[in-house]
T-cell receptor, first 114, second 113 residues
Framework: DSGVTQTPKHLITATGQRVTLRCSPRSGDLSVYWYQQSLDQGLQFLIHYYNGEERAKGNILERFSAQQFPDLHSELNLSSLELGDSALYFCASSVGGRRGSPLHFGNGTRLTVT | DQQVKQNSPSLSVQEGRISILNCDYT??????FLWYKKYPAEGPTFLISISSIKDKNEDGRFTVFLNKSAKHLSLHIVPSQPGDSAVYFCAASDNNAGNMLTFGGGTRLMVKP
């Protein structure tokens, strides 16, 4: 158990809809990262928050947004969903935001867009 | 453009033998490399890392080798155990990217008893 909690585990929704994925980091971790894994591919970095502030953005679509709240949990919002958004979405946390701080991943949210 | 590539989607090894998983990268700015292991229905877990100032790092049964000139790294598992059966991801970062990791596509390792 990594200590990172992601909810829900599974989500099935229709094209055009909006969903929110939630992540609670390990106790004491200030950084939260979101990754997307599509169709047995590698994980693609989406966004990094550190102590409530956005630190880095990857190839995140404009339809996607995220935030980290004062209690350090994070939410990833996906809107105007398309079939291609179907993927596993992983959240990871680390103590700091600097390199070398190991990432601890949650078990992911599997999103299916029909 | 895949900057980190794992060209073998799968690998099958007999228990007790050596498993060698390979990873190639194209971005010469990458200077820190990691291996993660992933079991089904779980998130990836950190296994071992190596900085570009080294060419080898060892942790128990796991050793990572880095060949900077070839932009190639490999993970050796000796001896392989059935519990090592999982998907292994190679990841890399550069000094300007903070803790943002670029992952390869993964290699599924099957260790047969």
């Amino acid at each position: 158990d990594s200590g990172v909690t992601q909810t829900p585990k599974h989500l099935i929704t229709a094209t055009g809809q909006r969903v929110t994925l939630r992540c609670s980091p390990r106790s004491g971790d200030l950084s939260v990262y979101w990754y997307q894994q599509s169709l047995d591919q590698g994980l693609q970095f989406l966004i990094h928050y550190y102590n409530g502030e956005e630190r880095a953005k990857g190839n995140i679509l404009e339809r996607f947004s995220a935030q980290q709240f004062p209690d350090l949990h994070s939410e990833l919002n996906l809107s105007s969903l398309e079939l291609g958004d179907s993927a596993l979405y992983f959240c990871a946390s680390s103590v700091g935001g600097r390199r070398g701080s190991p990432l601890h991943f949650g078990n992911g949210t599997r999103l299916t867009v029909t | 453009d895949q900057q980190v590539k794992q060209n073998s989607p799968s690998l099958s090894v007999q228990e007790g033998r050596i498993s060698i998983l390979n990873c190639d990268y194209t971005n010469s700015m990458f200077d820190y490399f990691l291996w993660y292991k992933k079991y089904p229905a779980e998130g990836p877990t950190f296994l071992i890392s190596i900085s570009s100032i080294k060419d080898k790092n060892e942790d128990g049964r796991f050793t990572v080798f880095l060949n900077k000139s070839a932009k190639h790294l490999s993970l050796h598992i000796v001896p392989s155990q059935p519990g090592d059966s999982a998907v292994y991801f190679c990841a890399a970062s550069d000094n300007n990217a903070g803790n943002m990791l670029t992952f390869g596509g993964g290699t599924r390792l099957m260790v047969k008893p």
